[in-house]
């Protein structure tokens, strides 16, 4: 079993992102970025935030996020197009191009999105039968969804995390297999690789929110309303900047646990 090494993983995203940086500033942009902006801008505009209240009942919250809702559903799917299309480059280190890695993605980008609602279902189930099963009990209730909170950062960033590239390296059409792939190789290094990745993230999330923060304080000190909207596109960008780099460190991981020895040797010879 290979043991899991944080600053190798980090130097091995870096230098990907760094040798492909064209090509990820292409399709981060287009299918990342762009999109996030739009979305968020959209939502800025429609006057959707002044409506929710925190004691809104589900069907109400749907019902105000109508106008949007299919909207951010397509953003969605563009953005994992992106990811996988990115994640697809950096594995194949030179060996695709950026139209095969579009094609690829478009192709597999549903067993990607079926895994991701897999694990979903089931911690919303686990979730859901705690609620019912200690609804009497606040306290207990607590704790179980604590546990179950760390649970889930546990599975989803560390012994799933490199389900994406699995299915990228390994062209993996079945999601309970791409799964199952992706626990076997991260099998005694789940909770360094969830740690590793959480304080990544949390780190990036506060230097993005620090970035965001110094230009609202320049854009609102416009004479005109143009602030709050303009504000929203560099918060797209910012955003597509941290799933990039979250990309390349799923990518890192997969390939130190040598899930990439075989399989790219095979794919891009």
Known sequence: MTKFDMSAAWADAT???????????????LLIAVPYAGLFVMISQSGL?????????????LG????VLWVALAVYLVTQ??????????????????????????????????????????????QLGADALFAGSAGI????????????????????????PIIAAQRIANPIAALR????????????????????????VIAAGLVLLLLALVLFALPTEAGGPLLWIPAGF?????????????????????????ALADEFS
């Not at 935030?49 to 919250?61: C, I, P, S, T």
């Not at 789940?190 to 959480?198: K, P, S």
């Not at 941290?242 to 997969?254: C, D, K, P, T, W």
Request: with cysteine.
């Open 15 to 29: 230098a990907m992102l760094a040798a492909n940086k064209e090509a990820v500033l292409v399709l981060g942009g």
């Open 49 to 61: 935030l002044e409506q929710f209240r925190q004691d809104m009942a589900m069907a109400e919250v």
């Open 64 to 67: 105000l996020l109508g106008p």
């Open 81 to 126: 197009v992106g990811s996988l299309a990115i994640t697809r480059l950096l594995l194949a280190q030179g060996g695709t191009t950026v139209g095969e890695a579009l094609r690829f993605s478009v192709a597999f980008v549903l067993v990607a999105i079926a895994a991701q609602l897999i694990v979903t279902v089931i911690l919303q189930l686990l």
């Open 141 to 164: 209730a607590a704790i179980v969804g604590l546990a179950i909170t760390i649970a889930s950062l546990y599975i989803n960033s560390g012994r799933l995390l490199t389900v994406v």
């Open 181 to 204: 792939d992706s626990w076997a190789l991260t099998r005694g290094n789940g909770w360094r690789i969830a740690l590793f990745f959480f304080l990544t993230i949390l780190l990036l």
């Open 238 to 262: 910012i955003l597509a900047c941290v799933s990039v780099v979250a990309v390349a460190i799923a990518a890192a991981v997969y390939r130190q646990l040598g899930g990439a020895d075989a």
